[in-house]
């Protein structure tokens, strides 16, 4: 990934990672090396959980104790380095959930990304004003202002132009549930903008948009997720809920949802025959 591309999220999760590793082999627990550095072991666990960005002494000071040699001191500080970067979504964040910024700065470096909605319209494909009327909806539970609003549409549309038209954009690959094309959000007209977009999309060469019809079984009885997967480093997926968000990072629960997905899929249709079940329900929208 170019330097440009590069997650500070990412850069962040590995070094603390490193350092997680570096430790262990060592022989040291957290409230050890802790100890030896002078530090709280709660600073040692941050670190190393990605919540708090190392300065570039206690980067520093880590190598010493872990006796890393000049080549590994370098490749920790320039992803220290990395860290400190700000990342695009960081000028919404004010408007953002924290968990969402944090998935925001995963995805920027994932590399494929595997999305099952049985709900909406995945935020990547969704119109400007698609976008607004799924926020508005929201709106009174969520105690959303105006420029709240707002804020959350721009970013919406700035992350399909960082993510699906980048220079190397990453495989994403969508089933999506029938039910998802037939609830309305605006007027008619909304709807229809939204079909003729997401045939349009579901075109791009790197985009796969298939749809999971009501009349077919369904496999896995499970709501939204997005799986992430990254070229060096470990798959994340991303469960949203209405108050909050959680990743799973354990490989063998990671590793259901990619068997969940490739069940959904197993059952939808194809692409072919999804563009003209999508095609079919946008005339619908057409009153």
């Not at 939808?268 to 003209?276: C, G, P």
Request: glycine share 6%.
């Amino acid at each position: 990934m170019p330097p440009e591309q590069a997650s500070p999220t990412v850069r962040r999760l590995r070094l603390g990672q490193e350092l997680r590793q570096l430790r262990e082999r060592r022989g040291l627990t957290g409230a050890r090396a802790a100890k030896e550095l002078g530090w709280s072991p709660s600073k040692v666990s941050r670190i190393e959980a990605a919540k708090t960005k190392p300065s570039h002494d206690d980067v520093q000071a880590f190598a010493k104790l872990y006796k890393c040699d000049d080549q590994k001191l370098d490749e920790l500080l320039g992803l220290a380095r990395d860290a400190d970067q700000r990342g695009w979504w960081e000028d919404y964040e004010d408007n953002l959930p924290g968990d969402y910024t944090r998935f925001l700065g995963l995805e920027a470096e994932a590399v494929d990304q595997r999305t099952w909605e049985p709900q909406i319209v995945p935020g990547l494909l969704q119109t400007e004003h698609y976008a607004r009327e799924v926020i508005l909806a929201t709106r009174g539970i969520a105690r959303i202002t105006h420029s709240g609003v707002r804020s959350r549409v721009e970013s919406r549309l700035d992350r399909q132009q960082r993510v699906l038209y980048r220079p190397d954009p990453p495989v994403f690959r969508v089933v999506l549930d029938e039910s998802a094309l037939m609830r309305q959000f605006g007027e008619p007209s909304v709807m229809r903008e939204q079909m003729e977009h997401l045939l349009v999309v579901s075109l791009l060469p790197q985009v796969s948009v298939r749809i999971l019809p009501l009349d077919a079984p369904h496999p896995v009885n499970t709501g939204a997720f997005i799986h992430l997967k990254f070229s060096a480093f470990d798959d994340v997926v991303y469960l949203e809920s209405l108050y909050g968000a959680r990743f799973v990072e354990d490989l063998a629960l990671v590793a259901g949802y990619e068997s969940a997905f490739d069940h959904i899929s197993s059952a939808a249709l194809d692409e072919d025959a999804s563009r003209v079940f999508i095609q079919r329900k946008s005339m619908t929208w057409r009153r």
